[in-house]
């Protein structure tokens, strides 16, 4: 096995092909699919079963393929170090988010970093679960990781502030008429979930246990946006942290009572380096209070009137648009 091998199975999981994964990576088909085929025969397992929608990781390859980035990525880590000058910051510097988590405060801090330094390669991926952030991060996979608080939280995390979480609601929704909306007046609403393993959904069904509420399922979704888009469209109520609802779609989010909050915190590799600190400091300097923007406060009647008329054009345009591919 080799890691030239492990960069090409990473690059057909995400590409779907190997021939859109040679593509992507410059080498010839035949080649890959043969390089793919020995590392198969190395392990003694099948990475990828082929579907109609294309090449799809199994579950043993799924595993593999977790292990394989930590490795790729170590390994561009080392090269990296072993190139960069003393004085000039350059190489890779590996980043993982909760999902959910930073979404606003994230992409400036990186803004501001990548043009302190422009030679610095920044790779960033989101993880659902905390349990493999926490691993990714005693694994020392990761130079920095942004992550809620939990017990398993290291002594030297360094915390950043508190998300709060929001609840965002179809237009129309009668709850949107308040500043913030009681978990129990949600009593037999659908619910747009996230996966099971996700500590989004974890951070939902603690809320609901709290308030005796069992949350109707009416979908499940890997990603925030969709869950609020989807919300957004009426099919259901879902909760997001504050930071992960997208820019226009503020006036269908607020606050919930009791209020649901989790403290912030990066873990940084002791042995990450400077850009991992100087990404650090940038995040302390971000606001991590969001969801003051979503309160109803200030807006009148006929404002939130405006705002539901408008979504609704939204949707009826979307649904002019479906109709005219049948």
Known sequence: MSLRQFEYALAVAAEGSVTAAAELLQVAQPSMSQQIRNLERDLGVTLFARTPAGLVPTAVGRAFLKEAEVAVNAARRARATARAGADDLVGELVVAAQLGFGTRQLPGALSVLRRRFPRL???????????????????????????????RSPADAHRLGEEEFVVVLGAGHRQLAADRVELRELEGEPWVRFDRDSALDGVLLEASRNEGLTPATVARVSQTVTAVRWAAHGLGVTLVPASAVPRGYEHLARPVFPAVSQPVIAVVRSDAGPAATALLELLRQETWDNSASFRRSGAGAGELDDEVAAVKAAEQLVLGRDRSFH
């Open 121 to 151: 390669e920044v790779t960033v991926f989101e993880e659902s679960s905390s349990a493999e952030l926490d691993r990714l991060c005693r694994r020392g996979a990761l130079g920095l990781a942004l992550m809620a608080a939990c017990e």
